[in-house]
């Protein structure tokens, strides 16, 4: 057994507060000095103003301990099988009340990350409350919940796990991310780590699953089978088509010998990405024999977007400022774990939103400006994912009079529909209600007709029941109203 | 979209009901070329993913 849990000790306390303490505590994990995830996570955590550092010594850890009885305790040098587990607060906390801490103690609590005893690969399941520079960012976050010495604290973060690159690669790792997310939401099941390499299935490759040299695509999308996400996979070579949405032009001349490959141009993977990201899924991207995950976007100064990662090389929160701009550019392909009952993609959502509103507004005189905006792009659709129950309850700052609110709340729909809102561009920048026009479709509709579940157009909401009932209409206002969107 | 009197936002909501409760028809009177182009939006999506078990299929993500 090597010497890593100290047998008289339950935690010990840190204090961090300046570049050389939170050095320090890095070095106490990692070998060298090059930038490591858990450099990253500290990062996070001092952004974040961590005053305290508290290590949680000889935590057993669900993941790690399932990856040792998988793994790790079959090699003759074994490893240990405890991890440690890192607590990060806002607040100056005391050893001697750490078993009783106070409501604004507890309430400062900054996230966990637990660290393995294994050689590569120091950081395991990790939760950080992202830095306050993401606040105005969409993020695909997830509540947690941990017992400290028996006081329950909860945060909310994006998950992330550095791969081990011999039992857990970072196809793994990026899965993991998924499926975390969507276990903490009560989406799936929750799996340990062990079980997403058991479940990784290894008749679709010739590779040998242990130890593992990572995951093909085929495989992810088994293993997210097997996890309840069925992924909805796009490679940038063959990215689809969206009505009101610019299909970019190949700079290559025509019969050029070599293409450039479409991680380079094709601005579309940029919608699509954001679609599923507004939805609250993570979206995995693969990139030069690399696997990571996007987990938030945000635009800057200019308008222009920015992706929010956590790459299992790099750590929880990297910004990407430019998809064609970012040390793995070309990216190759784009899989999207999602619900099973989600049959629609949000692709096909928004141009069927996109033709029934300008079939709408085209032959209504009132509406031709909305017509005339789909068409010259001053007026732009914006696709989310939700569940029936998450619509109902965001819609009630949003509805323009309480009876649209009864209609819409009282509306017969799916568990997931998709949201399309058609956005006047110019008063997204500036705060003003934005939205003109919205469509909201059954998930589980048929991809040659979709049909819709909700029509709201300036003056008047539409609302389809299920089972051939009567089209139900009600009055309401001729104003924009606002976006579900965080960020648009 | 500029502001509407009473008896306009009236005629509206009346032209909103009449071709909202006929979606079918709203949409088949459409120009035939946007009809198209949903079609071929709605093909290109299926396109997009029966391709990406081809080329980026055989990547390994490790």
Redesign the interface.
Known sequence: MRPWVDPDKAFWLLRPRGEEDWEDLARDYTEDDEPRPLNQILDVARRGGCRTVVVENRYVDVDYRSEYSAFWSKKFDSQSPFARRLHFFGADLQEERLHRLRDDEASSYLGYSIIRPVPHGRVGRTVMAPPPELATATLTLASDEVSFFGTPLSVSGVPFCEQDSEYL???HA?AWICHYTAARRGDVGRRHTAEIVELSPDVL?P?RAVP???????Q?QALFRALGQPA????????????GVEDPVSPDEEGASEKTPPGWWDTRMTSIICRYLNSGFPVLI?AQ???FVLVGWRRDDEGQVQFIACDDRVGPYEIIYSPFEHRLTPW??IVIPAPPKVYL?G??AE??A???L???A???E??S??AGGLLDGSIVLRTALRSCSAYKHEIEGLASSDQILSALRHARLPHWVWVVEAHRSESCGNGKPCV?AAVVLDSTAF??RPS?DI?A????V?I?PPDDAE?V?V?GG?DPWGSLLKVH | MPELKSKELAQLRKKLVELGSDLNGTLARLDVSVQREYRAAERSVLEARRKAETHEGLLRLG
Do not use: F, W
């Open positions: 690669r970072c196809a990026a490759s590779e593992s040299s990572g995951l093909n695509p085929n992810l909805i996979v796009y490679g940038l070579s063959s990215l689809p088509k969206v009505m693969g024999e690399h696997a190759e392909s993609t692709e096909t141009s069927r996109h033709e029934v300008r079939s709408m085209e032959q209504t009132q509406l400006d909305i003109v991809v040659l819709l029509l157009m300036p003056s008047m539409l389809y089209v209409s009055d001729a």
